[in-house]
Every structure is written in structure tokens, then in C-alpha cells.
DNA sequence: ATGTCCTATTCGTCATATAAATGAACAGTA
DNA sequence: TACTGTTCATTTATATGACGAATAGGACAT
């Protein structure tokens, strides 16, 4: 049942037809549904979805594009190993974490951001900006303020981060600010158990006062903890899942 | 003069027009061709590379899926602000560091890799299997072996990080693997002159031998100088650009 | 000055035809 | 048998032409 209709394919995500069959191919590559079969040819694709074979190849091109698949003639299109997929690419890595038992992506992403953030909150102590001072403490306002409301508290941590992120001045750093956002977002499911625990608003405090007073080396401790935190607690929510085993760090 | 004949499109990069195109539209943007002037529509680049339609659209859903420009109808298509290109994706990687006057660029690159590569050497102290140890010794062995000849050093630096990036276990870290092999390759113009100091046999032979011995913090601190050896070299060579200010860092 | 409608432009989609690439089967040869 | 070159079928790559849908910007009326 990976048949779509054209109407369901609007819906989807994607504000046209390729934008939601991309949607829906990406989705079916990264919850593995054409890891035994081959991927299907542009005609039987073009057929499923009840759309043209332009459409078919342009979502195709841009899955080559993301790393998704590689085409060849006579070879068909194949679903390239998961190490060439460009994690780094908003979709892709909000098709990963909207699948189940992502957990453990959840996990090493957040290992990530805890090699990226601290460093990040450095060079911003150093080089941000009034406006990135602003955004930094609109940020933690907005968590303050929200420290009631549902979900608002979500955006304003993402809001937070991101400013951080931006103050870095550095375009690779300042590239995370779409990644973590996303990634964020994509793992509500998962961070609704944390959620509580994680905005603990003196730590964010404890960041935003470092970056304005300008002390980097303070600014890198006091996101690293805010991080290491959120670290530890997912390690503790996956040992529970576990049942007792703890696997690793 | 940024036309292009079929001819010219296949032999560029690309395994095939679409791609030839892709690479040539790529370039174009990231050196700002179409800074000041809209881009063109779909069938003025046919005309001006001397391809089908098609083949025009299908190069530009890729840039569209590597965040470089978004279409619209009636609006046309638009090059996008750099904030939203997607900096680890190596095609625009390899664009912007092939351009001139990169050196800022790949200076923040390194920056970013001091705050990654000695996480990833820490996880691979405790996470590396025999394969990755193997492939670390491997790269080292490389490096010395090749300590004579010309750029092959160079591939042997990168098979070395490349192999501590594997073996970190962690996707995202492994994610870097492409980008920093992209990043060390398209920027050998600047390379050259420091590689003499970067390619330091003991520093890298110190990392090795802390992941081997499953020390993390002694692989962690090893690979920082290491890369902290390079950016500072980096911040060397801008200064004398620079003449005598220094600017920042 | 403001809101409504119209129209030209541009991307979006579809359909069809032909070319190019290549893996596999096959035939030929030593 | 083992090797080599050829043919063939399949699939993507490219080309072409047509029509639809959305909308920026102007014309127009109020």
C-alpha cells in the first residue's frame, strides 16, 4: 500500500505534486520499504502515484540531490547506503526522526549538539552582534514567559538555541540553526518525556549572561551542561526502555 | 558570458547534462553571478546551455533541493540567501571553496572541525572496531609511508580523519566524512602551503595510538591540538595576508 | 487612496518520441 | 573450455510541444 492518489500527494507536505511525491518517496526509502525489492522504475512510479513521468523524475532528482537514491540507465534507480545520505539536509533528517524507534538517532544527534553548541556559545561570547544579543535574551524571555503555556516553551528553546547558533558568526555553525531546529521539532514524541527537565531556565539564564558579558570559556561550560543534561536524561530514558541493560556512555 | 554549450556541460563534472548543468549553475550562483540581476527563467538557461527544458528543470530541482534557489510561478526562480544553503552538502561545499577568496571560508571550516573531530576521536576510543582501528593504523601508515611524495599525503590525511570520523559510530559525526574529504580536496590551493606543517606525523600517531588504547580524553585532547595546530596556522597565514592586523581569534 | 479585476508571465504538469547507456545473453574463435 | 566481441532488451536521459495554475503588477472603478 505505498499507492498514493495526486490529491493525497498535494496534501502531504508538499505545496505541488513533486514536492509531494518527494515527501512520500523519502518517507518510504527511510522507513526501509524498498530494502528488499528494487526501487520501482520511473514508469511504475509514475503509474503508483497516478502522476506524469516528469513529475516521477524531477522528486527522483531531487532524492539524488539529498543522497537518498543514484540512477543509472539500464541499472534503475537504487536507495544508496544510509552512509551517503546527507543527514545534514532538513528533509531527510525530518523523515528520519518522524519514524519510530529513533530513539537512538535522537540520542547520537544530541551527542552531536553537544560538540557543536558549546563551541557555538564560545565564538558568539566573542563575535555576536547587538541584534544577536537580542535575539539570544528574546529568546530566554520567550521561555521565561511560556514557562506555562503547552508547546510555546518548544519554540522558544528552539528560538534560544537558534540565536546562539546564528551569534556564532561562523556560516557552518550558523547552518545547525535549520538542523536543530528540525530535529527538535521532528522529536516531539520523545522529548515530551524530557521536556519538563530540559528548560530548566537558569542554565539557559546561565548561557545567555556568559555570551553578553562576553566570556567565552563561560559561555562554552554552561551550554555544554544545558546539552550534557539532555544527553544524560535521554540516556537514562533509553536504560529504562531497556529494561536495566545500559548499553554504552 | 556564463553560456554554455552541451559539449562543454558534459565534460564540466557531470556524468551527464543534467549534472554538467547542475555543476555550471552551481558555480555561477556561489561566485554571485546572479547577484544583481534575477535568474534566468527556465527557458532562457535551455537556450543559453543549449538543452531541453527538461534537462534545464531537473538541474533545477537539485539546486532546489540543495537550497540554493526556490521557484515560483509567475515569481520565477530565485537564488536564495546563503544562510539557507545547505554548507554540507559537497557539491555547494566544493563550489564555494573552489571559488577565490575563500580562505575566510575555510578557515570557519576548520573551526568547526576543532569543535567536531575531537568528539568523534573520544567516541571512537570507546565505539571503533577492529575495522576502524585497522583503517586509523592504515591511514597513519599511509601518511608515513608518503611523507616523500607529493599530494599523496594529502589523500592519506584524509583517509586517516576519515577513519576516526567512521569510526565514532555516531551517523552525524560520520556524516563529516564526505565534507571534510570535500573540504581538504577543494582547497588544496590553500593547503599547499601549510600542509608541510599540518601533515605532523607524531601529532596524528598520538591520536592513533589514544583510540587504540581506548583512552578518550587522552584521543580527544590529541586530535584538538591537532586541528587547533592547522587553524592557528590558518590565522597565521590570513594575518600576513592581512598585512599586519590581526583581526580576530 | 483603496479595493477589484484583468492579463501577461512563469513555473507546474502532462504526453509522447527518440537517444544513450549498459547488463546480459549469445555467438564466434583459439 | 575459456575468452572476446556482438547483439539485444531494458531503463534512464533528453527533447519537444502543449496546456494548466498561480500570481505580480497594472488598469480600472469606486
Redesign the interface.
Known amino acids: 500500500m505505498i499507492d498514493t492518489t495526486p490529491a493525497e500527494l498535494r496534501l502531504n507536505l508538499g505545496r505541488n505534486l513533486?514536492h509531494g511525491l518527494l515527501d512520500a518517496l523519502g518517507r518510504a526509502i527511510v522507513t526501509g520499504q524498498y530494502d528488499d525489492g528494487p526501487f520501482p522504475t520511473e514508469a511504475e512510479l509514475a503509474k503508483q502515484h497516478g502522476v506524469s513521468r516528469?513529475v516521477t523524475?524531477?522528486a527522483v532528482?531531487?532524492?539524488?540531490?539529498?543522497g537518498l537514491v543514484s540512477a543509472r540507465p539500464r541499472q534503475g534507480t537504487i536507495v544508496q547506503p544510509?552512509?551517503?545520505w546527507?543527514?545534514?539536509?532538513t528533509?531527510v533528517l525530518r523523515w528520519l526522526l518522524n519514524r519510530k524507534f529513533s530513539i537512538e538517532?535522537l540520542r547520537?544527534?544530541n551527542?552531536?549538539r553537544?560538540?557543536?553548541e558549546?563551541?557555538?556559545a564560545a565564538?558568539a561570547a566573542?563575535?555576536a552582534d547587538d541584534g544577536d544579543l537580542a535575539a539570544i535574551n528574546a529568546g530566554l524571555e520567550r521561555m521565561k514567559a511560556a514557562e506555562t503555556g503547552a508547546d510555546q516553551i518548544l519554540e522558544a528553546d528552539i528560538a534560544f538555541h537558534v540565536a546562539v547558533l546564528k551569534g556564532s558568526k561562523?556560516?557552518?555553525?550558523?547552518?545547525f540553526?535549520?538542523v536543530v531546529a528540525t530535529a527538535l521539532r521532528s522529536s516531539i514524541q520523545f522529548t515530551n518525556r524530557i521536556k519538563g527537565h530540559s528548560a530548566s531556565i537558569p542554565d539557559h539564564a546561565a548561557v545567555a549572561h556568559a555570551i553578553v558579558k562576553r566570556q567565552p570559556e563561560k559561555a562554552r561550560t554552561a551550554m555544554k551542561k544545558l546539552v550534557s543534561d539532555v544527553l544524560d536524561l535521554m540516556d537514562t530514558v533509553e536504560q529504562e526502555k531497556n529494561g536495566k541493560a545500559a548499553k554504552?556512555?
Open positions: 513533486t516528469s523524475r524531477e532528482k531531487m532524492l539524488t540531490a539529498k544510509r552512509s551517503s546527507n543527514l545534514f539536509d528533509d538517532l547520537q544527534f551527542q552531536l553537544s560538540a557543536i558549546p563551541e557555538a565564538l566573542v563575535l561562523n556560516p557552518f555553525f550558523a547552518q540553526q535549520d554504552r556512555r
